[in-house]
């Protein structure tokens, strides 16, 4: 199942933007970049249930908030068009830094107008989507267009968007009409799909017609039928992210999309590789498991799974429950729930009495133990006992010898 990291980096303005990361149960494909509609947040439906669907296609996904809206900070009064579209190349540049560059970019709405402008800025962007997006970002004056007189005369004034109240001053007005698009859109020289619903009272379909005219080849467009311009209707949105990962995927080289299928490892064989993105992340295949390792920030990670020793830990203490579950089922002890935590430390050999290292530094391991339900004491101090006697509790107590040979 994919899953979300909470993430936050640096806006155009040097204000703290708040983004979610969504990705997949595996090393990604590729990485994407989410632009949100305007005046939303990337916790809106669409961006989310858009970002799980690319996930569960293998396409990681970072979707965040533009400068003054949602979580990020900064006031959203002074910022622009041009201030989103420098907050996107802010964006694609920490996937770059942190992660891996975006192959893909996707704006919803006034996002869809915000991608075409910063597509070509970002060198390895090699496919652009967009969802009911205008033509040019001046569509969205007709939002405020009675309080136009009142913004002109006092520079700005209060609007309501929505249901929320934003204020718009001057020069938003002045920076959307300094852009035209079609210029942009025919200088990106990059593969386009354009997603529109005739049914969008908010964008009409003519500015679909318009982005498509204006673009070179390749391009396509799809027609979201029924679909209204938030994508509200979850089925609308799982479309979406269905077509995009099959159509992105045609522009996605070799080191961008692994799209081999991996065969399963035989029993009891792991393997271990690198993917490519981030300094240290590994795949990791065990039989028709996939998982991430990785190492924190701290050391020059991206922190996308856990340390070696994070699994080292998890082996013993799922090995330390598994084995006290079996002697407690086969005695039939009303054991509710085992719970094992565990901590890796080095400490000096001298300050272990029960070691027989006595120079240097040695391992500890510290395992805690928790048992839940109505066991009596003698139960509890068996489980324990027990707990001692896990297969991998053995092996990392008993001898050990690892042989390493070059393959081929």
């Not at 300050?351 to 839940?372: A, N, Q």
């Amino acid at each position: 199942m994919p899953r979300s990291e909470k993430i936050e980096f640096e806006g155009s303005q040097g204000h703290t933007l708040a983004a979610r990361l969504e990705l997949p149960d595996a090393a990604p494909r590729a990485y994407a970049l989410f632009a949100h509609c305007f005046t939303c947040s990337k916790d809106i439906f669409a961006a989310a249930r858009i970002a799980t669907g690319l996930a569960e296609e293998g396409i990681a996904v970072l979707r965040f908030d533009f400068t003054g809206l949602g979580a990020s900070d900064g006031e959203f009064a002074n910022t622009n068009f041009s201030s989103n579209v420098d907050d996107l190349i802010r964006a694609a540049d920490y996937l770059r830094d942190e992660h891996g560059a975006p192959c893909v970019i996707i704006g919803h709405s006034l996002g869809g107008a915000a991608v075409l402008a910063a597509a070509g800025r970002i060198p390895e962007i090699k496919a652009v989507a967009t969802i009911g997006a205008p033509s040019d970002p001046s569509h969205v004056q007709h939002l405020f267009a009675e309080a136009r007189p009142e913004i002109e005369a006092q520079g700005e004034a209060e609007v309501n968007l929505a249901g929320r109240t934003f204020r718009i001053q001057k020069q938003f007005l002045d920076d959307i009409e300094s852009h035209k698009l079609s210029d942009a859109i025919a200088a990106m020289k990059k593969p386009l799909l354009v997603f529109h619903s005739p049914l969008d009272n908010t964008v009409g379909i003519d500015n679909a017609g318009a982005i498509f005219v204006a673009a070179k080849h390749p391009k396509s467009f799809i027609s979201l039928d029924e679909a209204d311009h938030l994508l509200s209707r979850r089925e609308d949105a799982i479309y979406v992210a269905t077509v995009l990962s099959a159509w992105a995927t045609r522009y996605l080289g070799e080191n961008d999309a692994k799209t081999e299928t991996t065969p399963e490892t035989e029993d009891g064989v792991v393997v271990v590789r690198e993917t490519g993105n981030g300094a240290f992340q590994q795949e990791v295949l065990n039989g028709p498991h996939r998982m991430l390792a990785d190492e924190p920030p701290t050391v020059g990670g991206t922190n996308t799974g856990p340390t070696p020793y994070g699994y080292l830990l998890a082996g013993l203490g799922a090995c330390t429950s598994m084995t006290m579950r079996m002697y407690a089922n086969r005695k039939k002890w009303p054991l509710v729930q085992a719970s094992v935590t565990l901590k890796h430390d080095k400490i000096h050999a001298a300050d272990c009495d029960e070691c027989e290292t006595r120079d240097g530094k040695v391992d500890l391991i510290e395992r805690e133990i928790e048992l839940t339900g109505p066991l009596d004491d003698e139960q509890r101090a068996k489980l324990i006992e027990i707990a001692d006697k896990c297969p991998v509790h053995r092996t990392l107590h008993s001898e050990i010898k690892i042989t390493t040979q070059l393959k081929g």
